[in-house]
């Protein structure tokens, strides 16, 4: 879901309270493209806007076009320029992030020959409302990666930062396996796998991306297609992806499911929509960040830590400060403490004061984070309560991204 960029500064305000220094923003899906794009406006055009899903949303139609009333909205390059700099002002880098080759289904919606036309079943006519993993991938042409590297022109004129993220998750082959004109193209370049086609076309935006003095950072899927270049791995699946990244010398951030994933309840007590899976405060606190597998070495190339917020249940900038907070303060100390210094009870017992501050800035944390499965209430150092129970109200929602460095 859209998020303000009133709200965006002020969570930005609120991480760098927390010593966090990297705001990693997820700016397109196949449920919307949210970058204005000049060189190609459809794809805000027609990418940022959908029908909600529901069978009320379809019947709530909007006057001046007498169709079902869209939900959506995108950022300005103006508004982009304002947050960058507002971010850098407190010492915070923003990576942004272009999904290539999958969840591309609002680009192809916008533009239909970004797509793999020539598959059975692969048309899609309008930007999906749900959630999920779709199978529409863009097409490997020339063409394409012209206006893909036209998006990235635009995209690192906005964002100075050293990173620019191309995504590489998700990426269902069946479209690219049952395209003759793909398979065509792979046979072309001595290529039989699909897998290792993808590494073929992460291969060509990074090489853009390199000359331009820029480097591209992806999710861990993309080491499937073999090693891609000097690409900074960003490890969600586990720790694997961060083990064979770093053993190869390439750069790694820890970002593991479910535990970095703060869109997860708080509490089984919670209440709050979404994936079933439950990660407390101390989950997250008591996380080694450096996998064990590694040598000295091989660790240095662990730059940090990331915390994930997705937005797929969250509508609204109070729902995501509920989702986050207070587990950002276990994010920020894991990620700049070093293990020995770490200790729970001492870190429950400090957040007391943190907690106060919360409350004067107006930040709506979650108190169920100190509520044990048993519904008992967990108490700090000198055996206060930590915090009473409180359920969340209403749907609660699911944010953007953001990363510590050690």
Known sequence: HYQSPEFIKGFIDWMALHKLNVFHWHLTDDQAWRLEIRS??????????????????????????????????????DQVRD????????????????????????????????????????AVTAVPSDWGVYHTLFNTRPETIRFLEDVLDETMALFPGQYIHLGGDEAVKDQWKASPSIQAHMRELGITDENAM??????????YLNAHGRRLIGWDEILEGGRPGDATIMSWRGIDGAIEAARQGQDTVLTPAPTFYLNNSQSPNDGSPGPAAVVTLRDLYDYEPIPSQLTAAQASHVLGVQANIWT????????????????????????????????????????????ARYRRLGIDYATSAFVDPAGIVQVGREGRPLAAHRRIVGEVQNVAVRRAQL
């Open 40 to 77: 190609h406006p459809k794809l805000t055009e027609v990418g940022a806007y959908r029908v909600p899903e529901g069978r009320a949303a379809q019947r709530d139609i909007d006057p001046a076009t007498g169709r079902p009333r869209l939900y959506g909205g995108f950022y300005t390059q």
């Open 83 to 122: 947050i960058v700099a507002y971010a850098a002002a407190r010492s915070i880098t923003v990576v942004p992030e272009i999904e290539v080759p999958g969840h591309a289904s609002a680009a192809v919606v916008a533009y239909p020959e970004l797509g793999v036309q020539d598959a059975p079943n692969s």
């Open 198 to 207: 993808q590494g073929w076309f992460m291969g060509q935006l990074e090489k």
């Open 312 to 355: 797929e249940y969250i509508l609204e900038g109070r729902n995501v400060e509920y989702m986050a907070y207070p587990r950002i303060a276990a994010l920020s100390e894991l990620a700049w403490s070093a293990p020995e210094r770490t200790e729970w009870t001492d870190f429950s017992g400090r957040l007391q004061p943190q907690l």
